[in-house]
């Protein structure tokens, strides 16, 4: 029997929704968004910014404890370098306009993916956005830039082919636990929920580890489009699912 509350008939604002502790979104379109207004695809991507300031005052104020957002993925330097530029001039620009007022409303940001590559300057940005939000209690924002999830295993893995070799761990010691805690998640709980938006039915290399039993949901708006009716809806998908983690479900 099902132990969800009777609210099917409820009009949307009366019903329970269910929370996810942790969202992942990945969020595509930027480009398409644009086309459709015949403007050029940097338009998009501008327009995100708005979408990610949304989501992330959605996000706080509905009780989410992390966020993760797929800003920049390692296979999106087979990009144009002219767009490439772009993307990266916008999370400078946003650091730069949003650390303030984000730091004051207690988010705490983490940025994950690959900071080797990344040159000096972006490195000290990053490095000081995380300073800054230390110690903050509130919305775990963790913003995934540079990331791919297959680098990100390959990469926690080294780490823990040394420490074999060196004889800090031993190799049957090797679990889930193990991994997880060499991710650049670690300590964070696993996404209970990953969203893409564009009508796009796949990961595209976005917390393929973490994302074991999140719940998928893919909406057909593009990311620029992403506002509350559209989060709501979302989080309705969610408490309809029913999650069974290999069990038999309630
Ligand atoms: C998502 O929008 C933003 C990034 C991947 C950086 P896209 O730029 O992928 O937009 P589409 O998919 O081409 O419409
Ligand atoms: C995924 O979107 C990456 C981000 C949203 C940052 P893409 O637009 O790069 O994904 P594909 O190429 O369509 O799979
Ligand atoms: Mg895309």
Known sequence: MSTKPAVASAPPAQQTLSVPRHIGVIMDGNGRWAKLRGLRRTEGHKAGVEAVRRIVELASAYGVSCLTLFSFSSENWR???????????????????????????????????????????????????????AANTGLNLVIAFNYGAQAEIAAATRVIAQKVAQGALAADDINETTIAEHLGTHGLPDPDLIVRTSGEMRLSNFLLWQSAYAELVFVEENWPDFDESVFVRVLQTFTERDRRFGGIGT
């Open 79 to 133: 990009r144009p370098p002219e767009e490439v530029s772009f993307i990266f001039g916008l999370l400078r620009r946003f650091v730069a306009s949003d650390l303030d007022r984000l730091a004051r409303n207690n988010v705490k940001i983490r940025i994950i993916g690959d900071r080797e590559t990344l040159d000096k300057e972006l490195r000290r940005i990053i490095e000081e956005v995380e300073a800054t939000t």
